[in-house]
C-alpha cells in the first residue's frame, strides 16, 4: 500500500489494509485494491464516554477511483479521558451500565424504519469488533452544505423532528424500549443537576471573570429557583404524551448535505428512552450557541417558530391524562448526558408512556 496511517492513527486495528481493503470494497460495491489512504481526525470535544475516535479516511483504489469514508470508534467509558470527572460514589455503577453501543440502534428497526420523508442515516458499510470493547463504525461521509443553518432550516428540522416523534410514538414501540416515563431525564438531574446545583452558592464561581462580565445580578437567583422547581418540571413532563425521540437532535447531529439541502442525515442518536413528546427540539434550539456557532441573541426568533412547525407533524395529544408517577418512586442516580440511561428501577417499572395517536395517512410526511 503506497500510504499507510502513523501509528497514532491506527485505531486498534481499525485501519489495518486487509480490514480497510475489505470496508472499502463494501463502499463501492466491488473488490478493490488499495492504493493508498490518508486519515484525519476530527477534531470534537470529548464529552461523550462512548466516543473513542472520529476520523475521516479517504484514498483511491487502485484503478483510480476515489473514495472517502467516516469512521467513529466507540468504547466502553473505562477509556474515556474523562472518566474521572464521574463522581466516585456513582462511577462503578456508571462504569457497569453505561449503554456505550445505544448509538448502533439508530440502524436497527424502530428507527431506522421510522424516519419521516425528508430524514435518513448514513450509509453503514460495516461494524468491525475491535476487542477490549471497541467497536469500528465505518459509514459514508457525508459532504455537508456550508452556512446551511438559517432560520427556514430551523423550521424544517422541526418538521422533520415532528414527523419522526409521531412515528415513534406507539405503544407497541414504547414499551419494547424497555425503560420507563421519566427514565432519562430523572437520573441526569440525579448524577449531571444534583451535582451542580451546590456549585450556584459559590461566591468564587460567581466572582470569576468569565462569569461576572457575562451575567447579569439576577441569573444566580434564577437558577437556584429553577433547580428548585426540576422535581416538579420533571413530575409534569412524565404526565405529557411521550415518544421515543432522536436524542440528541442539535444542528450539528442533523446534516445537510450538499447534493440534497432539502433532507437531513441523522447522526448520534442518543436517549432511547421514552420522553416527553417536543423533547428533540431543545437540543435543536441551543445546540449551535451551546457550540460557540450561534449568538444566543438568535434563539428567541427561532425558539417562536419551532413548536408552530413541529405540531402539526405530530398530530395531537389525547384528551385524558395517564395516571401520575408514585412520589414515592425512587431513581437511579447515575447517568453522564445524552445516551446515559441508567439501570432500571423497579419502582417505576410499571408506569407506561403516554402515546400520541398514530399519524394518519393523510399526515406529515
Not at 422541526?158 to 424497555?178: F, N, Q, S, T
Request: negative net charge; charged residues 20%; aromatic residues 8%.
Amino acid at each position: 500500500m503506497a500510504a499507510a496511517a502513523p501509528a497514532s492513527l491506527d485505531c486498534w486495528g481499525a485501519l489495518d489494509e486487509e480490514a480497510l481493503t475489505g470496508v472499502v470494497s463494501a463502499a463501492l460495491g466491488r473488490p478493490v485494491t488499495l492504493a493508498g489512504f490518508r486519515a484525519v481526525p476530527v477534531a470534537y470535544q470529548p464529552g461523550s464516554p462512548a466516543t473513542g475516535a472520529l476520523l475521516r479516511v479517504a484514498g483511491e483504489a487502485a484503478d483510480g477511483e476515489a473514495w472517502r469514508l467516516f469512521l467513529k470508534v466507540l468504547q466502553h467509558p473505562r477509556h474515556w479521558p474523562r472518566i474521572g470527572d464521574v463522581p466516585a460514589a456513582i462511577r462503578q455503577l456508571f462504569l457497569d451500565q453505561f449503554p456505550w453501543r445505544m448509538e448502533l440502534t439508530a440502524w436497527e428497526p424502530g428507527f431506522a424504519d421510522r424516519l419521516p420523508a425528508g430524514m435518513r442515516l448514513p450509509r453503514r458499510y460495516r461494524l468491525a469488533e475491535l476487542g477490549d470493547d471497541r467497536v469500528a463504525v465505518w459509514m459514508e461521509d457525508v459532504r455537508v452544505l456550508e452556512g446551511a443553518w438559517d432560520p427556514p432550516r430551523f423550521v424544517r428540522a422541526a418538521r422533520a423532528l415532528g414527523g419522526l416523534a409521531a412515528r415513534r410514538a406507539d405503544p407497541e414501540l414504547l414499551a419494547a424500549c424497555g425503560f420507563p416515563v421519566g427514565w432519562g431525564l430523572r437520573s441526569y438531574h440525579s448524577s449531571r443537576v444534583e451535582f451542580a446545583l451546590p456549585l450556584l452558592e459559590r461566591d468564587e464561581l460567581w466572582a470569576h471573570p468569565l462569569l461576572a462580565e457575562a451575567v447579569d445580578d439576577r441569573l444566580r437567583d434564577d437558577l437556584r429557583a429553577l433547580g428548585a422547581r426540576v422535581p416538579e418540571l420533571l413530575d409534569r413532563m412524565d404526565d405529557l404524551p411521550q415518544a421515543l425521540p432522536h436524542g440528541d437532535a442539535s444542528p450539528q447531529n442533523l446534516l445537510v448535505p450538499a447534493d440534497d439541502p432539502g433532507t437531513f442525515v441523522a447522526i448520534d442518536v442518543s436517549f432511547q428512552t421514552p420522553q416527553a413528546v417536543g423533547f428533540d427540539l431543545g437540543q435543536l434550539l441551543v445546540g449551535l450557541t451551546h457550540a460557540g456557532e450561534l449568538p444566543a441573541a438568535a434563539l428567541p426568533a427561532i425558539h417562536r417558530t419551532l413548536v408552530p412547525a413541529f405540531t402539526p407533524a405530530c398530530g395531537r395529544p389525547a384528551a385524558e391524562p395517564p395516571p401520575r408517577r408514585s412520589p414515592s418512586a425512587t431513581w437511579p442516580a447515575w447517568s453522564c448526558g445524552p445516551g446515559s440511561p441508567p439501570c432500571r428501577s423497579s419502582a417505576s417499572a410499571s408506569r407506561s408512556p403516554r402515546p400520541w395517536p398514530r399519524p394518519s395517512a393523510s399526515g406529515p410526511p
